[in-house]
């Protein structure tokens, strides 16, 4: 059984029909029709849509558009304070660093397949973009459009006389890379096994001068009542929970029963039994998540094949192309030219 399918609040959409509209001629209900979400849906309603359709239509819309970089465009014209609670509270951090915390503890709330991870050290602040195994739609106008609308928001609130260090990108390089160095700078890094912007940790203590301490408060209170609600449903996610450690663990330790089970606070047994409830086991699990992984190495990166091998666990190449051919019929190497031909040409 997959993982729940992971959602992401309409509000999402906020400025896109604008922008395809007045600058591509493109018309979004079409785009959302053909991705499978209600043509007539409302940036502004209190609904959340498949993630996987969201990631697929930022794509459909850069296709049709023609425009690379489209995740770029969209985070200029997403509007301020278009995530509602969320991003009211962000707007009113009173610092940079309270600013990332609180995207990093909440995000959840805007969307529950991925993660932001804050980690500070030596001088240097490191916030990186984890998404969920069930995220397995094509993703590099998603983390476009997510790792420019985090850049814009905070040189417009908390002053814009910095760059990033330097700006990983989970995916091979586009042709309008140069349009990626106005917003992220020179240091640009693609091909990377996780996205992730870098900044010197003197810049977290940038303040903003706009920011109302009393409605943060305020809002930090709200937000922390619906994210613990939110934690409190996840628990007995046990599969999710499983799938997240698999993730985790691939590319640096070994993956086993035991393990996850320690990871969970439950005996090898008892997650045995909690597994079986949803009609998997964890050697499946280990198989999904892999294959899901391999999908997006494959597809949207130019990593060598050996590297995607060690990354999804595997000790050599030639047990990554065995454990390919039973997922795809055939070796990494053709499934891979085969998803860089056009959809016409890709055959059954």
């Known amino acids: 059984m997959p993982a729940s399918e992971p959602r992401i609040q309409a509000n999402m959409l906020a400025g896109l029909e ?3 509209s007045s600058k591509y001629a493109l018309n979004l209900p079409q785009l959302l029709n053909e991705c499978g979400i209600d043509p007539n849906l409302q940036p502004d309603a209190a609904v959340a849509i498949p993630l996987n359709s969201f990631s697929r239509l930022l794509e459909l819309a850069a296709m049709r558009s023609g425009d690379e970089c489209f995740g770029l465009g ?4 997403f509007p301020r304070g278009g995530m509602h609670v969320l991003g009211f509270l962000i ?37 990186a973009i984890e998404c969920g195994p ?40 586009p042709g309008c890379a140069g349009d990626y160095e106005i917003l992220f700078g020179r240091h640009l890094n693609f091909d990377a096994p996780q996205t992730a ?10 303040r903003s001068e706009d920011a109302d301490e009393t409605l943060f408060a305020m809002l930090k209170g709200v937000v922390e009542r ?40 439950l005996t090898a047994r008892q997650l045995q039994l ?17 294959r899901s992984l391999a999908e997006r190495y494959m597809r949207d990166s130019n990593m060598p094949l050996t590297e995607i091998a060690l990354l999804l666990g595997f000790s050599e190449l030639s047990a990554f192309t065995r454990a390919a051919r039973l997922w795809f019929g055939m070796p990494p190497s053709q499934w891979r030219q085969q998803q860089r031909l056009p959809a016409s040409a890709r055959g059954p």
């Open 18 to 20: 604008s922008l395809l």
């Open 74 to 77: 969209f985070a200029h014209a």
């Open 91 to 127: 707007l009113n951090a009173p610092d940079l660093r309270t600013c990332l915390e609180c995207l990093a503890r909440y995000v959840h709330l805007q969307c529950d397949g991925v993660d932001f991870h804050l980690a500070i050290d030596d001088g240097v602040a490191r916030l």
């Open 134 to 173: 069930a995220f397995v739609a094509p993703r590099k106008q998603f983390l476009e459009f997510v790792m420019s609308l985090t850049v814009v928001r905070l040189a417009n609130e908390f002053g814009d006389d910095w760059v990033p260090l330097r700006a990983d990108f989970e995916y091979r390089e």
């Open 197 to 206: 912007l870098w900044l010197r940790s003197e810049v977290l203590k940038s």
């Open 226 to 265: 619906e994210i613990a609600s939110l934690e409190q449903e996840n628990k007995q996610g046990v599969v999710w929970a499983v799938d997240e450690y698999i993730v985790s663990s691939l590319a640096i330790r070994a993956v086993s029963l035991e393990n996850a089970a320690s990871n969970l606070k």
């Open 274 to 290: 909690e597994l079986k409830k949803q009609n998997t086991t964890f050697e499946d699990e280990v198989g999904r998540v892999r």
